[in-house]
């Protein structure tokens, strides 16, 4: 009998691939769900539970057992009590159900950016991934590079003629950004490899690194026309987020507001690269790849028409 998968986040932008991976390769999956969502997917050997994570562990008591299970949760604003529920919280709810059943895997998707803890969010992520390896419960942590659709955001203001932004000279930052399909068939690859188990993996997709000035080159060469190009201060950021600080006290918008504004910075000044302790840099060359879709694919895919970009709470521009 094939293994049955819990996967959290199942309706999230790479939770949703990660289902249609599993499925594709055979397993049982359970898609655990907001109450509120309206994400649905028929097929045979999939089930969708809708719970409200709060704490009290009864969403699992009358659920079947699963032996493997899948984490894919991720806060959508990165605000400082958003972080906290979901991050933290919601991981903790999911892996009580992973200790309930005696789970023999919990893979969980973290994110590269938690090698420079400074926000909320990343703090929360490492705090719930240290809970995680003292567990009990083999682990295994995949922390991706940059997503596809983080790095499309600006594709149709440029097709309006706008200019595309970058900090500073867009040159200062890089990435190895991964294809929601290939993140995918890679952590159901590591789901299933013992010697996975107790493994924190860095991965990215497959290079070379790109900076932000080099987007624009490329979306210029797929459009057949030039792209302009125009340079903000990532300090503005800092300073705006400043600026809003200290009515934070008083308002959780303004707060979560500002804490956006110290997001918006960090990815403006960091590379999303694996960082060497030794040279205290980014390393292209150490950010392990795999997958083999490129960001151009991508970009001539939404160009194309085949793709649209959401960005939701994250979009900047």
Known sequence: MAARVLVAGASGYIGSHV???LLRQGYQVVALLRPDSD????????????????GSGSWFADLKACSLVVSCLASRTGGPDDARRVEYDANMEVLAA??????????????????????AFQREKLRFEAALQQSGVPWTI??????FKSLSGQIERVRDG??????????QTACKPIAEQDLAAYMTERLADPDSAGSMLPVGGPGPAITPRQQAE??????????????LPAGLFLALAALLTPFGTVSRRLRDRAEFLRIAHFYATESML????????????????????????????????????????????
Not at 100 to 117: D, E, M, N, Y
Not at 142 to 147: G, L, S
Not at 300 to 317: M, P, Y
């Open 274 to 317: 694996l960082w060497s302790e030794e040279t205290a840099s980014y390393r292209a060359d150490l950010t392990p790849e795999t997958g083999s879709r490129s960001l151009a694919d991508c970009y001539r895919a939404i160009l194309a028409g085949h793709h649209s970009v959401q960005l939701g709470e994250h979009k900047l521009f």
């Open 218 to 231: 490329m979306l210029g060469d797929l459009m057949g026309k030039p792209v302009r190009v125009r340079s």
């Open 162 to 171: 706008k200019p595309f932004f970058v900090f500073g000279n867009g040159t």
């Open 39 to 54: 994400w649905h997917l028929e097929h045979p050997d999939l089930e969708l539970v809708r719970a409200e994570l709060t």
């Open 19 to 21: 289902v249609a991976e």
């Open 142 to 147: 995949v922390r991706a590079t940059a997503f």
């Open 98 to 119: 992973a200790q309930h059943w005696g789970a023999t895997r919990f893979l969980l998707l973290s994110a590269i950016c938690v090698q420079k803890p400074r926000l």
